[in-house]
């Protein structure tokens, strides 16, 4: 998987991890940052 950004709807401009292999592969996840505690 690698890092790719939204290009259109509404989460347009929003980075998520996308399948190298697409079309062919379809998966996606979305990124969540991680949170730091103190």
Same mark, same amino acid.
């Given at each position: 998987m690698t890092v790719?950004?939204?290009k259109a %709807?509404?989460? =347009? #401009?929003?980075?998520?991890? #996308?399948?190298t292999s697409y079309p062919r592969c379809e %998966?996606?996840?979305k990124i969540t940052p991680k949170v =730091?505690?103190?």
């Amino acid at each position: 998987m690698t890092v790719r950004t939204a290009k259109a %709807g509404r989460r =347009r #401009g929003t980075n998520f991890m #996308g399948c190298t292999s697409y079309p062919r592969c379809e %998966g996606v996840r979305k990124i969540t940052p991680k949170v =730091r505690r103190h």
